[in-house]
């Protein structure tokens, strides 16, 4: 390159006093353009009227050292290249760019434009770029090419606008290493970066850019240093700004449009020498100004936190340190670079140290001071300390040497000290109206010399009226708690009138001040203030005041304070406070999230488009049919990113943690956003883990809505993006009905007579399939695997859906394993009346009294158990087995009921709060009811164990055996649990007999009533229905029980089988909700291994034969009787 792109520190500084490097008799009158190689050399195009020049310096030239004549008039913008080739532009009068070589002193056209290039870029390519003011374009051509070909558009359409592929007066132009061109878009007040190959530029700073940046106006001038941030020439604001980590902010030029050493009037253009100091075209001033840089040269003692404009804190605080350490009335507070904290004890005349990440102090040093007011810590650890209010003067306590010298002398005591980046010592003495300095590199001890105040009480701009803290920056700049005058002044260098920055009679609105208290400036210049009589911090930024911490009033409270003197922040931008009035220091912990992304870089866009290809989903249980596209996110480094959408939809995001299941949304689910106010797009800020994989979805809000959207993602470093969802590519769509004909099966043990429709699915190539349904009624969906068993429809389930309400759950369906249900579910609890998202104070009635009345049951049940074991955990009760068993009873009686009244809560909460994890649903539903079973058939057995001993005793009478008695009840207690959880396994593998006609079920995928199979790229062969079964006549005939159809593949009970039917004229035969059937005498042959499934019935003579249908390793049979 042969242009300085400086790799700045997180904070870089420069002095806000420039030095004139050449004026008007050098550069000419409205100097545009400068230039400074990487050799130092400085190029200056001069275009005064006949005296059009390029004006050169070389490294530590004070005078130019050449001056370059040429034929071009009035040039606006200058490049140089590695080779020392200028590039000039000539198009105010001739149309072109000519070149000067370095090696011939020649000119040549090197390309011909419509009017004059307000900036000139020569890529890593070779490809020079010109940016048209008038034009509102930017063009470039190929210097490679053999001849001067046309220029191609780079940027803009040549008519004004601000829209994103357009230009209105575009300047100073800046094309980085990636072929990424940024334009200084003079006119719409911003600064464009147009991406290679891309017509649409995006917003990166100034008006409609996608984070909060700066305000400019008219932009001129653009680079970016090593680190791609960007530094611009903000025209009519007259000064310099930059970006960093933490944001935009003024650099230099930030004291308003002037002729000053510290601003501008109207600057154009910029560039860095090698050192990073900053040169700028300060037009209007005729001059060029020089700022250095003053990194390294001072190391600042105290922290000055990057904030962002959104900072936060959290509001309830931690008491760092109480009266009992730090004494009554806390005034002074210090935080140094390290962490140290140093708080002046005024009831013990002693300054309190804790070293970083101490709870106590470390350190208390003693000394001759009384009272100390202010205390100020420099760099290498030397304490200055205002010695109270009876000795006046300020003494130094050394760090090397442990002792203490008076460097001060003052009159009275100093409420606020600080010592400057030139070794100045500052006083502020509220009884004087006054703050004083000296210099601590003086042989002596000067006499003080005034820095603010007349010393006579006052509100004029010169005067103050009880100053306490002060601060000053590395500009010097003095800021003064004005307490008095409800006021924070800024004294700058050499000045005895102040410019009131905040409080009353301020330039601008600020905010009410009551007895301003301290001062502080962060990096970014924004003021901190100890709001004394308002008990608050309240700070500056980019959208004015705001209160911090203390924003509710006076008070004792962790979230109050009582008249607050100081503040001091450590490095992680923690702020402690001195709670005056409680008598503590408070500490408020910065929060980090706060601030996540409002600083990021752009770091990655990606466009696409919804369209009727796109698969679909069920957004949540209400909204269903919503087109989606799913991409993989992956960053290489931990941090906050922003996802930011846009588009012709109103785009819907979320963010997803390892995988998005369609099927349920809300699993893995880490944030979502639909931006449902005046923007439409969606705005995710989210921290994001190196190692983790995301998954970016993007819907719409209003169902099968299409449209094309882009993402923007900003953060720390790269982001790699990757399209997961495919378009589908419909194979196959199917189409019927259910009807009252149709058959019906029990879907699982709690909801019968369901209609179904079966279908076969083959596929002739391995892949992922979409299978969805859209109809009119509540269908659910289910994909079996080789075989389906009616009997058992979890067996060989692969997957399933039912459609919305897929996210909901009812306990009972968990538990449709069990025989019967214990407790309360949704549907003894009026199930249907429970209002989701709805608080219990806004159900109804009905649900309020069953609340109510299981809450008097658990009490009394709670009171009941309580009694029952005080009375049977004594020793005379436990004499017999029937007291151990009442013992026992007492707590399995507690822990049913408090099981009772979980279940109870578990089902109503989860139910009102539908976003409730499936998971979590699940779980809670198994566990509970298990155990509630198993303490309620403890509870049982318990009693029946009294029964029994009770008969025993009644019947043996005196030959009752007490310890035989007792040993039987220690055994029967600890045997009983055990006992009955197998006893529950075995349970929930039973299935009762019930007499009751059903129909039959067979293999299922429920679609509705209307269906459509939907598949992707690989071909899909249709679906073939498989029939029911057919009817047969009704006749009376004796019953085999149910159990005849769950024999499991064994020899002698198909024998079994075969034999009671061939004995038989007819039989009929019932199972658990299956509508009869009927079997006709006949001979048939079976197969070990088989499995009966159903009966059907095949054709005869006169009556229908029937014919058993086995189920053999998923094939099926007719077998003829």
């Not at 009992?324 to 005024?346: C, E, M, Q």
């Not at 190692?691 to 099968?704: A, G, L, N």
Request: glycine share 6%.
């Amino acid at each position: 390159l042969s242009f300085n792109q400086p790799k700045f520190s997180s904070t870089p500084m420069w002095d806000s006093n420039g030095i004139t490097f050449a004026n008007w008799s050098i550069v000419g009158e409205f100097p545009n353009a400068i230039f400074v190689n990487t050799n130092n050399t400085i190029y200056v195009a001069n275009n005064s009227p006949q005296n059009d020049t390029i004006v050169i310096w070389q490294e530590e030239s004070v005078n130019p050292t050449k001056i370059i004549h040429g034929n071009f008039t009035g040039p606006s913008s200058l490049f140089v290249t590695s080779n020392g080739d200028i590039y000039i532009d000539d198009g105010f009068k001739n149309r072109q760019v000519q070149k000067w070589s370095a090696e011939t002193s020649t000119f040549v056209t090197v390309m011909n434009v419509n009017s004059s290039c307000n900036g000139l870029f020569v890529d890593i390519n070779g490809s020079l770029y010109c940016s048209m003011y008038k034009h509102h374009q930017v063009v470039k051509r190929s210097l490679n090419d053999a001849v001067m070909t046309s220029n191609r558009v780079a940027a803009g359409t040549g008519i004004a606008g601000s829209d994103l592929n357009q230009l209105n007066g575009p300047r100073g132009i800046f094309v980085d290493v990636n072929l990424d061109l940024y334009v200084a878009d003079c006119e719409n007040n911003r600064v464009q970066l147009f991406q290679p190959g891309e017509s649409n530029g995006m917003t990166v700073a100034g008006s409609a850019s996608l984070n909060p940046t700066i305000r400019l106006s008219y932009p001129t001038g653009i680079i970016l240093d090593a680190e791609k941030y960007l530094f611009i020439v903000d025209n009519s604001n007259s000064r310099i700004v930059g970006s960093n980590l933490n944001g935009f902010r003024c650099l230099v030029g930030c004291y308003g449009r002037g002729s000053q050493s510290n601003q501008f009037h109207n600057p154009n253009s910029m560039s860095f020498d090698r050192s990073g100091n900053i040169f700028v075209i300060d037009s209007n001033n005729h001059r060029i100004q020089k700022f250095l840089l003053m990194k390294d040269s001072f190391a600042l003692s105290f922290n000055q936190p990057n904030f962002c404009s959104t900072a936060a804190w959290n509001p309830t605080a931690s008491s760092f340190a109480n009266r009992s350490t730090i004494g009554l009335d806390p005034r002074a507070i210090f935080v140094s670079k390290n962490n140290t904290i140093y708080v002046g004890n005024r009831l013990n005349n002693t300054i309190v140290i804790w070293h970083d990440e101490s709870v106590n102090p470390t350190k208390i040093i003693h000394g001759n001071f009384t009272e100390p007011l202010s205390l100020f810590v420099t760099s290498n650890g030397d304490i200055y300390i205002g010695d109270g209010i009876w000795n006046g003067g300020v003494h130094r306590w050394s760090a090397e040497t442990n002792i203490f010298v008076t460097v001060m002398n003052v009159k009275f005591a100093c409420n606020g000290l600080f010592v400057d980046i030139n070794d100045t010592l500052y006083c502020s003495i509220p009884d004087h109206d006054q703050v004083v300095k000296r210099s601590l590199n003086d042989a002596v001890m000067a006499p003080n010399r005034v820095a603010a105040g007349t010393g006579i009480e006052g509100s004029a701009s010169n005067q103050l009226y009880n100053p306490r803290g002060i601060f000053v920056d590395v500009n010097l700049d003095l800021y003064v708690a004005d307490c008095s005058n409800n006021r924070v002044q800024l004294f700058q260098p050499g000045e005895s009138n102040g410019i009131t920055v905040v409080g009353e009679k301020s330039l601008n609105p600020t905010i009410i001040l009551g007895c301003p208290n301290g001062v502080i400036l962060d990096a970014e210049k924004d003021l901190f203030i100890v709001d004394q009589n308002n008990h608050r911090i309240v700070s500056s930024g980019l959208h004015g005041f705001r209160c911090l911490v203390g924003c509710y009033g006076r008070g004792s409270q962790s979230n109050q304070l009582y008249g607050p003197r100081s503040l001091s922040f450590d490095r992680s931008g923690n702020m402690f406070v001195t709670d005056y009035g409680n008598h503590r220091i408070q500490k408020f912990i910065y929060l980090k999230k706060s601030c996540a992304n409002t600083s990021s870089r752009l770091q990655k866009t990606y466009s696409s488009s919804l369209t009727s290809n796109n698969q679909i989903y069920y957004r949540d249980c209400k909204k269903q049919n919503f087109y989606y596209e799913s991409v993989q996110v992956q960053v290489i480094e931990s941090g906050y990113y922003t996802f930011r959408g846009s588009g012709t939809i109103d785009a819907y995001g979320s963010i997803y943690e390892n995988k998005f299941n369609l099927l349920n949304p809300s699993e893995n689910l880490l944030k979502t956003d639909d931006d449902s106010g005046f923007d439409t797009q969606f705005k995710l800020d989210i921290h994001l883990d190196v190692d983790t994989i995301y998954v970016m979805v993007v819907t719409t809000y209003e169902s099968k809505e299409s449209g094309e959207f882009s993402i923007v993602v900003l953060g720390k470093n790269k982001v790699v993006l990757e399209r997961l969802s495919t378009p589908v590519n419909i194979q196959f769509r199917y189409t019927s009905k259910l009807t009252d004909d149709s058959p019906t099966y029990y879907r699982d043990c709690r909801v019968p007579q369901c209609h179904y429709e079966t279908s076969q699915i083959y596929v002739n190539t391995t892949g992922l399939y979409v299978l969805w349904s859209e109809n009119n009624i509540n269908a659910y969906g289910y994909i079996y695997k080789n075989d389906f068993n009616p009997l058992k429809p979890s067996e060989n389930l692969l997957l399933s859906h039912d459609g919305p309400k897929q996210s909901g759950c009812v306990i009972g369906d968990q538990c449709n394993f069990h025989i019967k249900g214990i407790g309360l579910t949704l549907d003894d609890i009026l199930r249907d009346e429970l209002q989701s998202n709805t608080v219990l104070n806004n159900q109804s009635f009905s649900i309020k009294l069953s609340a109510g009345l299981t809450i008097i049951m658990f009490i009394a049940g709670l009171i009941n158990s309580i009694l029952s074991f005080i009375t049977f955990q004594h020793k005379d009760s436990q004499q017999v087995g029937c007291g151990m068993y009442l013992l026992a009873s007492s707590i399995t009686s507690l822990l049913t009921i408090s099981m009772f009244i979980i279940k109870f809560w578990f089902v109503v909460l989860t139910h009102i709060n539908v976003p409730t994890s499936l998971s979590v649903l699940r779980g809670g539903c198994a566990s509970i009811e298990l155990i509630l079973k198993l303490f309620l058939y403890l509870d049982g057995w318990l009693n029946a164990c009294v029964a029994i001993e009770r008969a025993v005793l009644l019947f043996k009478g005196v030959n009752f055996n007490k310890k035989k008695s007792k040993f039987i009840a220690k055994r029967t207690i600890l045997i009983l649990p055990f006992y009955l959880e197998q006893l529950s396994n075995q349970n929930k593998l039973t299935l009762p007999s019930i007499s009751k006609e059903e129909h039959i079920p067979e293999d299922v995928v429920d679609y509705g009533s209307r269906s459509e199979l939907n598949g992707l790229a690989p071909p899909l062969v249709a679906p073939r229905r498989i029939p029911p079964p057919a009817s047969a006549p009704v006749r009376r005939r004796r019953v085999i029980q149910s159990i005849l159809l769950h024999v499991q593949r064994k020899k002698k009970t198909f024998e079994k089988i075969i034999d009671i039917i061939k004995r038989r004229e007819a039989i009929t035969i019932y199972d658990l909700g299956l509508e009869f059937l009927r079997v006709y005498d006949g001979n048939f042959n079976y197969r070990e291994g088989h499995e009966i499934t159903y009966v059907d019935c095949s054709v005869g003579d006169i009556e229908p034969r029937s014919a058993l249908i086995l189920n053999y390793k998923g094939q099926y049979t007719n077998v003829h009787i």
